[in-house]
């Protein structure tokens, strides 16, 4: 096919311009619907993200949180709610960018990258359910560790938190955890490019240690069970990645072994 023939047969850019502007007109629609009903249904959530701190409190401990602010609590609703609205819209919105790039895909590359869309929302729930289930529990019981009841000298010190404070921590973790989980998606993608290898990963390991903690000191607040938290599940996922791309070569390996024999045939 000639450059003309190529040409002509692309889709004017004003069509792909379009395009584009449907796509996002209804990506921003499904983030709109999802944010009114995580708003509608933000005090509920609230207290469902609440049980980790009860958790780390014990029966019988009476959970309080305050806001000292007369607009706290409502900004701290819509964050929640916007919050909410990204999660839940991404299937919605990565549908609508597969939608977008996938005429320009080979149908072999489209069934390859539909594992990765599925895979990543899946493995960010994981890193949400690691947080809600174990680490924001753990840290809480930290934190609640250092209250004293005061007494024989000793003044009373107690956690109260704000409602703002406790939502961003545990929005941070979350967000953290689940952006550290993608690190399979992330390098199993760059081995099918090409760009790293199996063998370059566990050469790198002993990097990949030092930068896990680097990152969980970054992306968490300044506290041991967090920091700990992330960087060991971090670790254990760099692994998986090596197992991963060493799959992904395996494959291509055989895809041109068989090539080559079916070009000398």
């Known amino acids: 096919m000639s450059d003309n023939e190529i040409e002509e047969s692309r889709a004017p850019l ?3 311009l379009i395009e ?15 944010f009114v009903v995580c708003f509608i249904f933000a005090s509920d959530v609230f207290n469902i993200l609440i049980w980790p701190y009860e958790r780390a409190g014990g029966e019988g401990k009476t959970i309080e949180l305050i806001f000292t602010a007369p607009q706290e609590y409502f900004f701290t609703q819509m964050k929640l709610a916007l919050f909410g609205a990204l999660f ?4 919605v919105v990565a549908n609508q ?16 990258f539909l594992p990765y869309l599925v895979a990543t929302p899946i493995l960010f729930l994981m ?4 947080v809600y289930f174990l680490v924001m529990p753990m840290a809480m019981g930290f934190f609640l560790s250092m209250e004293q009841e005061g007494g024989n000298g000793q003044a009373a010190i107690h956690l109260l938190p ?16 689940g952006l550290v989980f993608q690190l399979p998606v ?3 993608l760059l081995g099918r490019a090409g760009i790293v290898s199996a063998d370059a990963l566990k050469l790198k390991r002993k990097y990949a240690v030092v930068g896990a903690f680097a990152a969980a000191a970054i992306l968490t607040p ?3 069970i967090s920091q700990i938290g992330l960087a060991l599940p971090t670790l254990l996922l760099y692994e998986v990645s090596i197992y991963c791309v060493r799959l992904v070569e395996q494959k291509r390996a055989l895809s041109e072994g068989t090539e080559a024999e079916e070009a000398s045939n």
Request: hydrophobic share 55%; charged share 15%.
């Open 20 to 34: 584009l502007r449907a796509r996002l007109v209804k990506s921003v629609i499904a983030l709109a619907v999802c």
């Open 186 to 188: 992330v390098l199993t």
């Open 14 to 16: 004003i069509d792909h």
């Open 97 to 112: 960018i597969y939608m977008f790039v996938a005429p320009g895909l080979y149908k072999h590359e489209r069934k390859a």
């Open 222 to 224: 300044p506290d041991p």
């Open 162 to 177: 704000r409602v703002s404070e406790y939502l961003s921590l545990i929005m941070v973790l979350i967000f953290a955890f």
């Open 127 to 130: 890193g949400a359910a690691l």
């Open 88 to 91: 839940i819209s991404f299937p």
